[in-house]
């Protein structure tokens, strides 16, 4: 005879700790939120009391009697990092960086701690995934070797939290926080348990001795970070560093920041010699001919707060095939193929028997919608190969109606580029008052996708309009 559950008993079961989605048997992922090894076995009892009030150690103060200042942002020494953190670090608060294997997180954060440890603090990196010898040599190559840094190579959280509590630093880095693990839970390290252990006993040392911690974090194939969820709620600033292999370009976005903004992003360029932060990245999307090309025409996209002026670049080559082949780099493909539909159905233009390659100049990967009317400009120009006026930027997004719809941040776009030698823009019409145009900058409206290609190219003519050319070529001398 099966035997019953105790009153106030919870029957066994199994519980996602993601999401909370409970099985009667267990499995390997959750068949809610699809997390993998997130079901856990459950069956605690109900039957619990209230729990008692103690006494308070810290009484509750006003707002108005806190002070503010201890918990305020210290410069790390690199400006671009410090742009996207708010400011700097935060003593007490827990960073969160994460990213693809190889796309440089552990330089940038050596270059982090050794500049802090030149400014006179104290530094930390417990290191879970290479030997302290293999950290002092990339330290030696990037020039990141400091008295005040201090290295430690550990694997069991007990024994990182005991080098903490020995060197009592201003700045800890642990990378990474799926390479420890604790003795007071099972599994391996890595795992859903592990990692939210971990985290767990790093954020509360770092909460209880007031230390600025960056905690480097595993991302899965899909490109989320590794880990429970609950990893990214109980830290205070989660960042992502992005970066193609082949490019040199590295980008740090902040996803969730308690203390800044999450609008700004930080540009950075990997060298064999270390990484460096890049305050006017602009010129790596850009190239510079002795002659226009046709094909190619530039855009200001908004990465966050930033203006980045970009070269989008199209090639049309005459195809047999029943379908030619459509390619897109740096660029949204789906939306280029549409835009490749406005360009046949609103403006006329056969593309059915030719190939196209659309890509970005320098790695960037453009994924406003602004950038669509400078891709309608250098689909066109390679299609009559008639180059663009060299000095000229286009920004708009395009409608499936072929329509030219406004775009956020006209000023700063039209600033960026102004410094760069711009000296005109096609922008939609209606767009919100730029207010005051650098001295000599144009503005040239458009209200569809066929007003912008007749401003460069005559009905049947491949020309480039000469009153455009006595226009925008003019203004440049």
């Not at 079961?13 to 997390?35: D, L, M």
């Not at 593309?351 to 919608?369: D, N, Q």
């Amino acid at each position: 005879m099966a035997s019953k559950t105790p009153k106030g008993r919870q029957a066994p079961g199994y519980r996602c700790s993601e999401c909370g989605w409970t099985t009667i048997k267990w499995v390997g992922r959750c068949g809610e939120c699809q997390a993998w090894g997130s079901v856990e076995e459950i069956g605690a009892d109900t039957t619990r009391g209230k729990t008692s009030a103690t006494a308070v150690s810290t009484p509750a103060q006003p707002i108005v009697q806190v002070d503010a200042t201890i918990a305020g942002h210290r410069h790390t020494g690199i400006p671009e990092f410090d742009r996207v953190l708010g400011g700097g670090l935060v003593p007490g608060a827990v960073v969160l960086l994460a990213g693809e294997p190889g796309v440089g997180k552990s330089t940038l954060l050596l270059d982090v701690a050794a500049r802090v440890a030149r400014q006179g603090g104290k530094v930390l990196y417990v290191t879970g995934e290479e030997s302290a010898a293999q950290v002092k040599l990339r330290a030696d190559r990037i020039n990141a070797v400091a008295d005040s840094l201090y290295l430690a190579a550990e694997s069991d959280l007990g024994q990182a939290l005991g080098q903490v509590d020995q060197v009592s630093p201003d700045l800890l880095i642990v990378d990474s926080v799926q390479t420890l693990s604790s003795a007071e839970v099972d599994g391996v390290a890595g795992g859903v348990s592990q990692v939210r252990e971990v985290a767990a006993g790093v954020i509360g040392a770092a909460k209880d001795r007031n230390i600025a911690t960056i905690l480097v974090g595993h991302v899965t194939k899909d490109g989320s970070i590794a880990g429970p969820r609950l990893l990214e709620h109980l830290v205070d600033v989660v960042c992502q560093f992005e970066g193609e292999r082949h490019s040199r370009l590295r980008l740090l976005r902040a996803v969730k920041n308690r203390y800044g903004s999450t609008d700004e992003v930080g540009c950075f360029d990997l060298t064999t010699d270390g990484i460096e932060g890049l305050e006017a990245p602009t010129r790596l999307f850009l190239t510079r001919t002795p002659a226009p090309v046709a094909g190619t025409c530039v855009t200001v996209a908004m990465e966050g707060l930033r203006p980045i002026v970009a070269e989008v670049q199209a090639l049309l080559t005459p195809s047999e095939a029943a379908q030619p082949k459509r390619s897109a780099t740096g660029l949204d493909a789906s939306r280029v193929s549409m835009l490749l539909a406005v360009l046949r159905a609103r403006a006329g233009l056969n593309l059915t028997k030719h190939e196209s390659y659309v890509a970005t100049v320098g790695g960037v990967k453009l994924s406003e919608p602004s950038v669509d009317l400078a891709v309608v400009l250098a689909v066109a120009s390679s299609f009559t190969e008639t180059p663009l006026p060299p000095n000229v930027v286009a920004f708009g997004e395009v409608g499936l109606a072929g329509e030219l719809r406004p775009v956020r941040d006209l000023s700063q776009r039209i600033n960026e580029a102004e410094r760069l030698g711009f000296v005109a823009a096609v922008f939609p019409r209606g767009q919100q008052n730029p207010g005051t145009l650098p001295n000599g900058f144009q503005l040239i409206p458009v209200d569809t996708v066929s007003d912008a290609l007749e401003i460069f190219f005559r009905d049947g003519d491949t020309s480039i309009s000469d009153a455009f050319v006595t226009r925008a070529m003019g203004m440049g001398q």
